[in-house]
Structure formats: C-alpha cells, structure tokens
C-alpha cells in the first residue's frame, strides 16, 4: 500500500466516532464465557436511549408478543445478549454497520441487512454446527462487526474502476486499486477501537479464515461461511456480492452437509424476516419522533 492511501485510511479511521462505552462495554461482556444476563442488563440500564430501543424493539408487531414487555430485563431474556448488542451497534453515530456504501455500490439498507443475516446465520451456524465451540453471542457479534473495513474504503474506491470489472477475487481488486483490502481495513479500525481479539481476528480474516489464528479459526470459518450464506440468499453489499470464493476447508471445523446447509438457509431466512421488521419499526419510529421535534 502507498503512503498516501495509507495516510488517507488512517484519516479515515480518524473521522469515524469511536463506540460509545455502552456498546464497548457490551461488546467486552460478551466475549467474556461466563458472562452473565444481569451483567448485560446492568450496562444496558445506564443507557436510557438504548433501553427505548430494546424495549421498542421487543415490543414490536414482529413478535407479535401478547403482553406487553415493560422491563430490560425481561425484554433482554426475549432477546438475547447478542442481539441486544446488535441494536447498540446500529444506532452508533459511526454507521458502521448501515452506513450507505457508495464505493461499493451499496445503500445503507443492503449494508444493514447484509451484516443483520450475517450474524443471524453465524449464530445459527454455531449453536448447531460448532460443537460447542464458537459462543453463539460471539458469532453474532462478530457476523454484525465484519464489513466495517467498507465503511472506510468505500470513499476511495475509484467509481470508474467498477465498469469494466473482471472475474478476480474482489479482494485482490481492492489490493490492486487501494494497496489494501476491506478486511484489513477493518482490522486497523477494529484495533484503534480495542475491541476484543476474536473480533480484531475474525475481521480481519473473513474473507481468508485458514490465516486466523488457531484459537479463532472455528469463529473465522463461521463467520466466512456465514457471509457467504448471506450473499447467496440475496443479502449482498453491492458489487462484491458473490465476488468471494468459499474456502472448504470449513468442512473441517463446521460439522454441517448439504441437507443442513439446505434447511440452515430456511431457518435462517425466517428468523431474519422477524429480525428485520422488528429492528427497522424501533428506528423508523425513532426517525419520527425526531422528525416532529424538528418540526
């Protein structure tokens, strides 16, 4: 990588907030295995923004839930720690994970819905197929967190350099165009955060899961396979989108055959399906709300 596209990135990383405590903390509970509901709850509660959208979120006509929650922490048993971390991280002023990826040619919604069904499948692919493993938060987590090098490449990625695209692995065309790829990228914006280390590694090798460490490779191989799942059922983000080859090697650390993979692609749609309405009605009604103060 040049010095001037190494200089421009740094400056990206600059001019992108850093997560709020709240969402670092969370983040650092989860990846802690004896982590317990009330720790999360406890941080949640500090939060009275992100307790609105839990409680919201929860209560939506997704869940169809026939009494209404009125408690974190009954509304955090409903949804789960990882999931409660996911809601942190999308409404983080850093838009990392629904930000509008013009290099790429991918709006905010397909980067949202992209990194949602990634981190659904993930977790899918370890509470079923991980062999106890990989901690279903942790791939959820780490399914939300994996594309947030785009956030900073997509604004130097040449627009022109997509109209007579070939058929090479989309990373060796961010290498040829930037010196670096997006997992890399993500990698040193993960690091400038300190977010926890099976997060760091598992973004930065996605893409490329035989290259993370050893303690890691079942969480890389959950996230690559569940990236890929994803993509091929219509989640993509823009022109990579099936522009990554699947490493199958993950037969080695994910015990899964075609008939599993075949039903994980059901389940994990119609857990999506809820997931999404449920998330978008908590902040599209957000949205209005501060639409009407404006006004």
Not at 72 to 84: C, E, K, P, T
Not at 185 to 192: D, H, N, Q, R, T
Request: with cysteine; hydrophobic share 40%.
């Amino acid at each position: 990588m040049s010095q001037d596209n190494y200089k421009k990135i740094e400056k990206q990383i600059d001019t992108i907030p850093p997560l709020s405590p709240v969402t670092s903390q969370l983040l650092a509970i989860i990846s802690e295995p004896n982590h317990s509901l009330q720790d999360v709850v406890t941080v949640v509660e500090t939060d009275a923004i992100l307790t609105s959208i839990v409680l919201k979120t929860v209560n939506s006509a997704a869940y169809g839930l026939k009494d209404t929650v009125e408690t974190a922490v009954d509304a955090i048993r409903f949804l789960g720690d990882s999931m409660v971390a996911g809601l942190a991280i999308k409404r983080e002023k850093s838009g990392i994970s629904d930000a509008p990826l013009t290099g790429y040619l991918a709006d905010a919604d397909a980067s949202w819905a992209h990194s949602l069904k990634t981190a659904i499948a993930a977790r899918y692919f370890a509470k079923r197929f991980s062999n106890g493993k990989v901690r279903e938060g942790v791939a959820y987590t780490a399914g939300i967190l994996h594309d947030i090098g785009k956030s900073l490449l997509s604004s130097l990625l040449p627009a022109e350099s997509f109209q007579s695209i070939n058929d090479s692995e989309f990373l060796e065309l961010e290498e040829q165009l930037l010196g670096i790829n997006h997992a890399e990228a993500g990698f040193m914006l993960a690091y400038k955060w300190s977010l926890p280390k099976a997060m760091c590694e598992v973004i930065r090798w996605h893409h490329e899961p035989s290259k993370a460490a050893e303690e890691f490779k079942t969480l890389a191989y959950i996230i690559h396979l569940a990236d890929i799942t994803a993509m091929m059922s219509g989640s993509g983000t823009g022109i990579d989108t099936m522009r990554h080859s699947i490493d199958s090697e993950y037969k080695k650390f994910i015990t899964v055959d075609e008939r599993g993979l075949e039903l994980a692609f059901f389940e994990i749609q119609l857990e999506y399906n809820q997931t999404f309405k449920a998330i978008q009605a908590c902040f599209d009604s957000s949205k209005s709300v501060k639409s009407e103060e404006v006004k």
